[in-house]
Structures are given as structure tokens and as C-alpha cells.
DNA sequence: GTTATATAGACATATATATGAATTTGAGGG
DNA sequence: CCCTCAAATTCATATATATGTCTATATAAC
């Protein structure tokens, strides 16, 4: 049993929320694990079972955690593929979904460009890794995509063939870096097409594209990653319930 | 003290849920209005201020209810300038958000097209009123809408002057023809704009253009309208939150 | 009449407890 | 070794109760 650390004049089961937020960020568990069950976290923090529960529901509906019922409570790990495919619906011929292949047109490090430093939150002239990549569906570019990496905890990816581990990102960060990505903010625009991502794209002058710009956070909801990606606007349909 | 009459398989506290949505497209209570304090809603139904409190979440956590401290609970009113809004961004030069002004150009009984009428719900030839409007930032066409209406509870829009009654529909539809509008569904997409939509907008040929169709509920989930806007690519700006 | 103050009403937080339902585990039987 | 079934574990539902906080209203003081 030992005590919560947060702002005790919050209600209990805002400071348990905010204690295991912390606990996840710090890597007390991993993605997919189960955390204890809230008898045992009632014990541990001396709270009511109903106290414990109150705070596990601020986290389901916050999305960080999982319920199953008879199993435990898990680390829920975010299903980032139906994020940019929930947007962009690449199918086969015969309709069925599918991950575009990736190729790596170029990976460096440079100096942040502004903008980009302050989208990571860095310093001014912090070191970057760029990445410049395309996706495509057989021999047809569907997707470019610009990505921007603070350099300390990514260095790695420079030193690996990262076209041989498959098109998601999100995994070889996990694995080779041990950064997770748990959330992310999307900006969402259409222009038409400027030359150069018209050759990259095999798209003729002015064709609309959908532009999207998305920030990465860890669970801290510290920035990892901040990428532009442009696409064909046909292939673009994006579904929002509103209330 | 009465019974529920819905599913009783299901926990008390979803058929209470289910029962209070009931009541709520019914107009028991309109928009804005105090539902009953929790310790009423028990002892009409007979069961604890705890189980009432859940069914209360439930429709708190789906946008229905809004919880007042102290005062009560609320029948909460959508915020549809902020949905569209909250995609386009139009701003006066010196910054401040505005609503386009409206412009009615036809509005018209007409048989509903098949996929109109699939879309509302209805049947094969039923009758639907089809509007066509332009929203204006001064003199400059921002947004094209066609909107399509089942004609039977809508009839009175044909017999007013709309223009006369601000840019806004959903108020009208709820004045003048006691339809609430309480959720919808958006899908979006973006093409290069047509000839007919490119004078509309007074765009040159090809420009890239955001196209928004909206199916918009009543609280029951009864399709009230369909919409498609058409709205200039450079004014589109939306944000997502993933995790 | 205006301003404090007290009170009542309504939701918010917290605990305790009992029972139900889904899942996992492990003992026995074949 | 495999299958079945019972028991244990874990979350889900439901109730009861006490206290805190916020709002609105009524009352008292000036």
C-alpha cells in the first residue's frame, strides 16, 4: 500500500488516473499487458473497488485501456493502421483492404527547419531525421509521405535497411527504438498537386490532393513524430459521426 | 413508479437508457430542458440512484445529456455552426470567424432520386423537397449545397420565405417544422471541381474542392436531410484526434 | 433596496457489499 | 493424452448510504 503522489485536492479516482497515465508512460507496463486487477490496485493505493473502477473508466473512454470481462484490464496498444486507412481506402481489385508497400526515397539527418522544431518541440537548431517516403499499390504511387524524427531516440533507424521491415512505422519505432506512439493529432487539407509531388504521384498538373499533417505523441504526450503525407484525393473518404 | 418496456434481458441500466431516448425523440422534454433529478427518475422506476446514474452516463458519454452540478441534468442541444465550422474555416480579414451569409437558389418538390431516397430512408418515387443554395462571404460564393428533404414533415419550407430567416436550417427545421436535428453522419471527400459547381464558386477549371455529405438524424435516428456542400479547398482545415 | 448569510435542492465523490457473467485453471475420468 | 466439469478469478451489475460541492432561493441585516 503506498499513496498517491498527485494533486490531492483532486477527487481520488482523477489522482489514480493521473498516477497510472504516469505508470504506463514509464513503461510499468507495456502495450498489451494486463495491468492488476482492481482488487489489487484498491489495496495497493487503499481505495474502494468502486473508486478504482471510476478511474479504470476514465481510461477506457480516454482509450489508453481495454476491459474483458473474467480476463483483467489491458494497456490498450492504438490500432494506427485504421487510422490513415480508415482515411484513404486502398482495395484490390476484388475489394478487399490493403497495406501499400513503402519505398524509402531518402533518410538523413539535417538541422530542424523551424517549423518543424517547433511541431516537435524542440530547440532551433536541434538535429532531425528526415524521411522522405512513397507508398504504393503494385507499381502505382498512392501516397508521399515527408516524416520528421527528433534524432536521439531514433538514430537507430539510420543504421538498419528499413525498407526490408515492412511498410508500418509505428512497430520498427517500438522494436528498434522503444519509442510508442499512443495518440496523435491530424490536420486535414486538399490542394491541387505542385509539380514536384505530381512526378512523385504520377498525377497530372493540378489534380486534387489531400494533404494530411500528423503530430505523434508518446503516452506522456511527448512528440515523437510529425509527418506530412499528400494523396490521391480519389482515393480519399474519411467518415465522422457527429453527437 | 412504472415498469420499463424495453428489452429485459439487458441490464436495468441500458433499458433505462433505452427508455429515457425514447422519451427524449418523443418530447417529453425539448432541448434544453431539465430531464428529472436522479433521486425522481429512481423512485419512477424503481431502482437505485446508483443504477440511474450509469444510464445517465451513458447518455452523457453519447452527447444526448449534459450533467449541471448543483443545477441539473440537460437535454443537450447539437452545435452544428461549430461542425461545419469546424471544418471550413472562414474568417473576416482581420481574423474573427463569421457565418457565410445564404442565398436560396431553387427549392422544389420533386420525386426523390433513388440514391436520395435511399439515403433518407424513404420509398422508390416518395416525395422529397430539394433545395439549392450558395453560402456567400460578401460577395465572394464560399459553399454550393443541395439539399434534399422528405416532404411530408418539411412542408412548410415551401410556403416561406427562408432567405428572410438567417443562414441557419436546423432552427428553422425545428420552428417551423418541429424536427430536432440530434446526430449525422459526414463523409468527406475532395474532387476537382465541375463546371457547373466552378461558376457556382467562381473558380477556374480543375480547382480542388472539399465535397462534405451529411446525413443528419433526428433522436430516434430517423433521417431528417441529406446534404452535399461543395466548398473551396483552401478554406478547408479540419483536425482529428486518434489514439 | 441592497447585500450578506443560511438553507434546500441537485449532482459529485467515496465506500461497502452482494450477486451475475465470462474466462481461465486444474483436477478427474476415460 | 484429451476431454469434461468444477472452482477460482476477474470484470459487470445493482443497491445502499454518507458526505462534499455547486447553484438558486429565501431570509436577515444593514
Given at each position: ?34 495491468i ?11 481505495m474502494?473497488?468502486?473508486?478504482v ?53 531518402a ?8 517549423a ?50 515492412g ?24 490542394e ?18 489531400v ?33
Amino acid at each position: 500500500m503506498h499513496p498517491l503522489t498527485g494533486d490531492a485536492r483532486l477527487p481520488r479516482y482523477q489522482q489514480l488516473r493521473d498516477h497510472m497515465v504516469m505508470q504506463i508512460a514509464n513503461n510499468r507496463w507495456r502495450p498489451g499487458e494486463a495491468i492488476p486487477t482492481e482488487a489489487a490496485l484498491a489495496a495497493e493505493f487503499d481505495m474502494s473497488v468502486g473508486t478504482v473502477r471510476k478511474a479504470v473508466d476514465v481510461l477506457v473512454a480516454e482509450g489508453v485501456l481495454e476491459r474483458q470481462q473474467g480476463r483483467g484490464t489491458f494497456i490498450r496498444r492504438p490500432q494506427f493502421q485504421s487510422s490513415l486507412f480508415r482515411f484513404f481506402r486502398f482495395e484490390t481489385a476484388n475489394g478487399e483492404r490493403v497495406v501499400p508497400e513503402s519505398r524509402i526515397l531518402a533518410i538523413t539527418a539535417v538541422p530542424a527547419p523551424s517549423a518543424v522544431a517547433q511541431a516537435l518541440g524542440l530547440g532551433a537548431q536541434a538535429e532531425v531525421i528526415r524521411m522522405q517516403r512513397i507508398r504504393l499499390l503494385g507499381a502505382q504511387p498512392v501516397l508521399a509521405e515527408e516524416i520528421w524524427l527528433p534524432r536521439q531516440p531514433f538514430q537507430a533507424l539510420l543504421e538498419v535497411d528499413l525498407d526490408s521491415k515492412g511498410p508500418l512505422l509505428y512497430p520498427i519505432y517500438e522494436h528498434l527504438c522503444g519509442q510508442v506512439v499512443a495518440s496523435a493529432e491530424e490536420t486535414l487539407t486538399a490542394e491541387a498537386v505542385d509539380a514536384v509531388h505530381g512526378r512523385l504521384l504520377h498525377l497530372p498538373a493540378d489534380s486534387p490532393v489531400v494533404v494530411i499533417e500528423r503530430l505523434a505523441r508518446d503516452y506522456a504526450g511527448k512528440p515523437l513524430e510529425w509527418r506530412r503525407s499528400r494523396g490521391h484525393a480519389q482515393h480519399f473518404r474519411y467518415r465522422i459521426d457527429i453527437r
